[in-house]
């Protein structure tokens, strides 16, 4: 299962309409627990999860996995994208791209909803459901295929402090199964409780790596540690 | 401004009234038999009516299926790929549907008269070519409306289709699938337009008798015979088609939101 790391990324480099977005970023990544990527907005985050996952164009680097395998990683968005189906079907969905059995799937979507708190409501469309279940539900759609790495981009940016602690609940229920978890966001407190390993971005560059608990109490860089006082980094 | 306008108005309306008061009697004794020969013709099952009916629907429905059959997933098939000359053909698309179907319908003619590249199939004049110009014509009208639809849809699921490693083809089914309210409008604009139209197939049908003779065609000859009311109650048959074919349409659209489809 873990075959796929280390991902390596060589001199990345992603530029829209001629403006840098990110790089040039050089970062390893290996095995291990929930790594958090945290920065201001529009610090490049999103773009570094899109970059690693490979829904989005690099202009010039490389970014190598030990073993290539697309659909073992998966991705949860800040805006969920919820399919125009019911509950079950947006679970069945990816299972059904990979032409498992009906019973397979029946089984492993019964599991979700359950997990999730949508027994009994596997036949409602999914458009009915509010802010925090349409995540967990989106949640439950990226880890239906078992991925090896799940991302995530701030995925509880929009959601209230109840939401918030069932997914940080569920994320560290997948990252004891040994999915590695690579999520981004801004929320300090989200990080301390989640992070193991830490990647922090500013201005599209990666400014500090390393394990969670020793960059939260010897930051390396000043902007890192002004990040985690709350002040504005630039 | 606003007020004098609007006593303008009605002082010329009243003038209108009571100055052809004959032709307005007229005007409303025509409309009311004809919906009383409409009320007769559908309440005696009259074999003609039928006959001329089903065959409009037939005719109309077989033509749907299949520009339906073209038009969607090639709506779909834009919305979803990039290639160098996609904006060049979604504007011949968005311009043919504005193609006059009298002239649709001189093509189709040509193509398969006896002297035309088709006229061995022996089809002019028969239901295979008012079909043909059915198709002709709704086909354009129907990518259009459903390229419209699958691009917005294509926008708001892009992400995940490309974050699940989809496939075209996949991308293409999930869309169409997903999306099937907006194609379901944009085949009801197609039937509409299909339904009521006359030019194209009056000249590649011949509005001949118990072969080609629909609806449309049955209220022009009418007209031009002066029996009104059977013009009339033609057209009333025609207009309660078209909005029991709505209301079906609408009604799955509602069973289709509350899921249970």
């Known amino acids: ?25 050089d970062l390893t990544i290996g095995q291990g627990g929930p790594l958090i990527v945290m920065g201001p907005n529009g610090s490049g985050k999103t773009t570094l999860l899109r970059v690693m996952h490979g829904v989005e164009r690099i202009n010039a680097g490389s970014i190598n996995w030990a073993r290539e395998h697309p659909e073992r990683h998966a991705f949860v968005f800040q805006s969920p994208i919820i399919m125009r189906r019911s509950v079950f079907e947006n679970l069945a969905y990816p299972l059904r791209l990979l032409r498992r059995p009906k019973d397979e799937i029946s089984d492993a979507v019964n599991h979700w909803i359950t997990r999730i708190g949508l027994e009994n409501r596997g036949t409602t469309s999914a458009s009915r459901l509010s802010g925090g279940e349409r995540q967990k539900l989106a949640l439950a759609r990226a880890l239906i295929r078992k991925p090896d790495v799940l991302f995530l981009d701030e995925p509880c940016a929009n959601l209230d402090g109840r939401a918030t602690r069932e997914i940080e609940a ?33 201005g599209g560059k990666v400014h500090e790596t390393g394990d969670a608990q020793s960059a939260f109490a010897n930051p390396k860089t000043a902007e890192f540690a002004a990040f985690q006082r709350g002040d504005i980094v630039t | ?43 005696t099952f009259d074999p003609e009516l039928w006959e001329i009916s089903l065959r409009s629907l037939r ?10 059959l073209i038009a969607m997933p090639l709506g779909t098939y834009l919305a979803v790929q990039r290639f160098r000359y996609r904006r060049f053909v979604i504007a011949i698309i968005n311009a043919l549907m504005g193609l006059p179907p009298v002239v649709v319908g001189l093509i189709v003619y040509i193509l398969l008269s006896r002297s035309g590249p088709f006229g061995v199939f022996n089809l002019l004049f028969t239901p ?56 379901l409008t944009a085949a009801l604009a197609g039937f509409g337009r299909a339904i009521g139209e006359v030019g194209a197939i009056m000249i590649v049908g011949g509005n001949i008798d118990n072969v080609t003779r629909v609806l449309t065609t049955a209220i022009a000859l009418e007209t031009g015979k002066g029996d009104f009311a059977l013009a009339l109650g033609l057209g009333f048959v025609l207009i309660g088609i078209a909005v029991v074919v709505n209301l079906a349409i609408h009604a799955l659209s509602r069973t289709e939101r509350e899921g249970r489809w």
């Open chain 1, 170 to 202: 569920l994320l560290q229920e997948t990252a004891v199964t040994g999915t590695r978890v690579i999520m981004s966001t801004h929320d300090m407190g989200q990080a301390r409780r989640l992070a193991q390993e830490i990647v922090f971005m500013l």
């Open chain 2, 1 to 43: 401004m606003r007020r004098f306008l609007l006593v303008f108005f009605v002082k010329k309306l009243n003038l209108y009234l009571s100055g052809s008061k004959g032709k307005c009697g007229t005007f409303m004794f025509e409309l009311i038999e004809g919906l009383k020969a409409a009320f007769r013709l559908v309440i």
């Open chain 2, 128 to 183: 295979t070519a008012m079909i043909i110009a059915q198709v002709v014509i709704i086909t354009p009208l129907i990518a259009s409306i459903a390229h419209q639809a699958m691009r917005e849809l294509w926008a708001e699921y892009h992400d995940l289709l490309i974050s699940l490693n989809t496939t075209k083809a996949q991308r293409i089914r999930t869309l169409i699938w997903d999306g099937r309210r907006n194609l």
């Open chain 1, 1 to 25: 299962m873990t075959g796929m790391f280390p991902l390596t990324l060589n001199q990345v480099v992603v530029r829209r309409r001629g403006r840098l977005v990110i790089g040039p970023v």
């Open chain 2, 59 to 68: 005719v109309t429905l077989t033509a749907l299926l299949i520009a339906s």
